[in-house]
């Protein structure tokens, strides 16, 4: 659950967000001035996901807050709300790192659109950060610890000549895997080392021409054979076949 730290010294409009934003499934912390919104974001190890600030405020106001989080490399998104608002305060506060300026009197919708937005780009943020942080091996990106024993299997086998039985869910890279498999076992000595790989999509080949697919044919063996085919294992051989959704 995301945490919304909400500020304003109006504390009607401190209720009136916070109703708004639990109904949307946030936890919602409140405080009547920048000072105390300092002691809440200490107090929960700063990781707020979001800050609501309202501009003028008693003791500290939104701008000395802002100062505060840059002061601190704080980095927890901050929209400023504000009754006084104009161009000019705007460009102001977004310099310091506001993320967002609303003026008061505000749509509900748009604050809850506006957060929404706020998060979907935090995601996407820290996606990239995995994917930057992953592991990236033949075309396989992946960071937990259960896909790098895979890789360390699939780097095992690769050396053996030896079937292997892939079993997945459709769509979890089963072929991926087999063309990981292919390329680990391919040699470094040249060319004349190169080793194919051939797919077989099982289901998309009707009963009568399996055997025909795997094994191959002679001209004229049934109709629409113009010329002998040698047959997937053959020339497949000393590589790699892979049979798809052979269950």
């Known amino acids: 659950m995301q945490t919304i730290l909400v500020i304003d010294d109006e504390k009607n409009m401190c209720e009136v967000l916070k109703i708004l934003l639990e109904n949307e499934g946030y936890r919602v912390l409140t405080s009547d ?13 700063f990781s707020l996901d979001l800050i609501i600030t309202d501009l003028k405020m ?10 505060y989080l840059n002061n601190n490399q704080i980095q927890i998104p901050c929209i ?10 705007a460009v102001k506060a977004m310099k310091k790192g506001a993320v967002d300026f609303i003026t008061k009197p505000f749509n509900k919708n748009i604050i809850k659109h506006t957060i929404k937005k706020i998060f979907h780009f935090q995601d996407i943020q820290q996606e990239n950060q995995m994917l930057k942080s992953a592991t990236a091996e033949k075309g396989i990106i992946y960071q937990s610890q259960v896909m790098k024993n895979i890789m360390e299997t699939v780097k095992k086998v690769a050396q053996v000549p030896t079937p292997v039985l892939i079993i997945g869910e459709s769509g979890t890279g089963k072929e991926l895997i087999a ?4 390329s680990f076992s391919q040699s470094e000595e040249g060319e004349e080392s190169f080793k194919p790989f ?3 999509n099982c289901p998309a080949i009707p009963e009568s021409l399996f055997e025909s697919e795997l094994f191959g044919y002679r001209r004229g063996a049934f109709s629409g054979a113009s010329e002998d085919f040698s047959g997937k294992i053959k020339l497949a ?3 790699i076949l892979f049979l798809d ?3």
């Not at 001035?33 to 190890?45: D, H, P, S, T």
């Not at 008693?58 to 100062?67: F, S």
């Not at 063309?179 to 292919?182: F, L, P, Q, V």
């Open 33 to 45: 001035n920048g000072a105390e919104a300092i002691k809440v974001i200490e107090a929960e190890n």
């Open 58 to 67: 008693p003791v500290l106001d939104g701008m000395e807050l802002l100062n």
């Open 80 to 89: 400023v709300i504000s009754a006084y608002g104009s161009i000019e305060t």
């Open 179 to 182: 063309r990981a498999i292919h």
């Open 198 to 200: 051939y797919g077989v």
């Open 237 to 239: 051989d000393r590589g």
């Open 245 to 247: 959704e052979i269950g």
